[in-house]
């Protein structure tokens, strides 16, 4: 899997914000333009966008070192002064990998700077207050501040629980992995990972206290659907609550899950 694919995909979701938080331009609208700079040969910019309809902004996600990155950014900037003559432009490479990037480009009569923002001195809390996943998978590539990694990850985990259907769990997760490579943490990641798919523990869960509270049954049909989120996984929802497959499939379905059931 592609890490600047994805990284560009979670940037371009979260786009508004990074602007206005990290990059510290305060805008209210903003419009993506899929735009191919062309010379010699192909290429496209990462995202080019007008904000506020009177600035471009360019940003750049770059996830390994590269020593021409000055040179690329500057290639990048005439291309774009020419399509947009008469806008200020604001350009940004938001550096997802090891190491120190150069941001500046000096020779004769030329001295050429882009604003460089390098995630892993950014303060993970930025996007660990947040409620969006997208937000999440992001503060696994910032600054710890000292935390105890394996406390981010698990925190992060257990957020995403939280916050996201089955469906987006299972991206997410895959997404944090891809990210987590970059900072040396895919182990820990996976360790958790796995901590949640085999040793889940129905008592374990918030939806059993919540149960316990207002009903056996419901706390049952509670369990079940947590645990369904997290694992995805029929016979490990029976082994745990030791409940038959027709309840679980029913309770599913109850709750507008369709999963098929093998012995039908």
């Known amino acids: 899997m592609n890490k600047d694919i994805i990284s560009k995909d979670i940037i371009k979701s979260v786009l508004k914000e990074l602007i206005n938080t990290l990059l510290g331009l305060?805008?209210?609208?903003?419009?993506?333009?899929?735009?191919?700079?062309?010379?010699?040969?192909?290429?496209?910019?990462?995202?080019?966008?007008?904000?506020?309809n009177n600035k471009i902004i360019h940003i750049e996600i770059q996830s390994a070192y590269d020593k021409l990155m000055p040179l690329r950014m500057l290639r990048y900037y005439s291309d774009i002064k020419i399509r947009f003559l008469n806008y200020p432009i604001y350009q940004y490479v938001v550096f997802l990998g090891k190491g120190n990037l150069k941001n500046t480009l000096e020779d004769v009569k030329l001295n050429y700077s882009f604003e460089l923002i390098d995630m892993k001195k950014i303060d993970?809390?930025?996007?660990?207050?947040?409620?969006n996943p997208n937000d999440l998978v992001l503060a696994i590539l910032c600054d710890f501040k000292g935390k105890n990694p394996k406390n981010v990850v698990e925190?992060?985990?257990?957020?995403?629980?939280?916050?996201?259907d089955e469906r987006g769990f299972k991206k997410y997760m895959l997404i944090l992995e891809e990210f987590s490579s970059l900072r040396d943490l895919r182990e820990i990641v996976?360790?958790?990972?796995?901590f949640i798919t085999n040793k889940v523990k129905f008592e374990d869960l918030p939806s059993y206290e919540i149960g316990m509270e207002k009903g056996i049954e419901k706390g049952i049909e509670?369990?079940?659907?947590?645990?369904y989120k997290i694992t995805g996984d029929i016979s490990l929802i029976?082994?745990?609550?030791?409940?038959?497959?027709?309840?679980?499939?029913?309770?599913?379905?109850?709750?507008?899950?369709?999963?098929?059931?093998?012995?039908?």
Do not use: P
């Open 26 to 52: 305060k805008v209210n609208n903003i419009n993506l333009i899929d735009e191919e700079f062309e010379r010699v040969e192909s290429r496209r910019a990462d995202i080019v966008a007008v904000a506020d």
């Open 124 to 131: 993970c809390e930025v996007f660990l207050d947040k409620n």
């Open 155 to 164: 925190y992060i985990i257990n957020k995403l629980i939280s916050i996201t």
């Open 190 to 194: 996976k360790e958790r990972e796995m």
């Open 222 to 227: 509670k369990g079940i659907l947590a645990l």
């Open 238 to 264: 029976k082994k745990e609550l030791g409940i038959e497959e027709n309840k679980i499939f029913a309770v599913l379905e109850k709750n507008g899950i369709k999963v098929k059931n093998e012995k039908h």
